[in-house]
């Protein structure tokens, strides 16, 4: 599957939305902060955005969705940053096509189970009839019935479409995310653990990254660093922009500086 996604600086970095996200909850740290050092993808996940509709909707399959976008580009071995469901989608990239991914980043996600939270939403959204909506604030006012919280409903209503002929309707495909929802929700697990360097970094506030979590992390990613942005929940880049992009660029850069380091030993043997 061709994946959608928007393409910022240089050397490549694949950025991944969570789930009912796009590439454009990226933009900004993409263009004022990422871009001036990495050749920024964001992208945007099967069945979200502007990427294409599959029913086939599972890790496996966005995992081999970053697998082919770095090879159609032509990419050297990239570094992948996920937030979220995104933040598993990285991981499962990672122990599968380590020879794909230079650095992890995981924002704010663990690589256990996780509990259906946003079961509701799905439902939410599902029950919604658009077809009796002409304008974005009655579709907020019937959505607020269900999801009381504002700043979650202006997110979920960035997923709106507007045609003049057809009217409003879901960029995301509802139906094959809502049906293989448990899948996102399931632990990952592989048998080889990824030993390239990886770095978690969970929201003081958010509770999605725990200290029991921590085994399981480097079960699976022994090189893996783990820190908190203090004062920041679940949307650390949103809550906390400024600490979560000094802490991923110095986690980023610090690869390159050795690998410079490095080369330049090599040259003067």
């Not at 920024?40 to 029913?55: I, L, M, T």
């Not at 969705?65 to 990419?75: A, G, P, Y």
């Not at 604030?137 to 409903?153: G, M, N, T």
């Not at 949103?238 to 380091?261: I, K, N, R, S």
Request: charged share 25%; glycine share 8%; net charge negative.
């Amino acid at each position: 599957m061709e994946l959608h996604f928007k393409k910022y600086g240089d050397p490549p970095l694949l950025i991944l939305h969570g789930l009912l996200g796009a590439s454009g909850n990226w933009h900004t740290l993409s263009q004022k902060r990422f871009s001036e050092h990495f050749q920024v993808y964001a992208v945007d996940q099967r069945n979200h955005g502007r990427s294409p509709h599959s029913e086939r909707f599972g890790y496996a399959a966005m995992a081999e969705d970053v697998r082919d976008l770095i090879e159609r580009e032509d990419l050297p071995p990239a570094h992948l940053l996920g937030h979220s469901m995104g933040g598993k989608t990285a991981m499962h990239a990672a122990l599968r096509f380590p020879e794909r991914v230079d650095r992890l980043v995981v924002a704010d996600m663990a690589p256990r189970a996780y509990p259906p939270h946003h079961r509701e939403i799905l439902n939410a959204l599902a029950d919604l009839d658009l077809a009796r909506h002409d304008e974005r604030d009655s579709i907020d006012e019937a959505l607020a019935e269900r999801i009381p919280s504002k700043p979650v409903r202006q997110f979920l209503l960035k997923n709106l479409d507007y045609d003049s002929e057809g009217g409003y309707s879901w960029k995301m495909n509802l139906d094959a995310i809502s049906a293989s929802y448990e899948n996102v929700n399931a632990a990952v697990e592989s048998d080889t653990p990824f030993e390239g360097p990886a770095l978690f970094v969970r929201g003081e506030q958010s509770g999605y990254v725990m200290g029991d979590d921590e085994d399981d992390i480097r079960a699976l990613f022994p090189q893996a660093e783990i820190v908190t942005v203090e004062g920041a929940g679940h949307w650390l880049h949103a809550d906390e922009p400024q600490a979560f992009a000094g802490t991923v660029m110095d986690f980023l850069t610090a690869g390159e500086a050795a690998a410079h380091d490095w080369n330049f030993s090599a040259a003067l043997r």
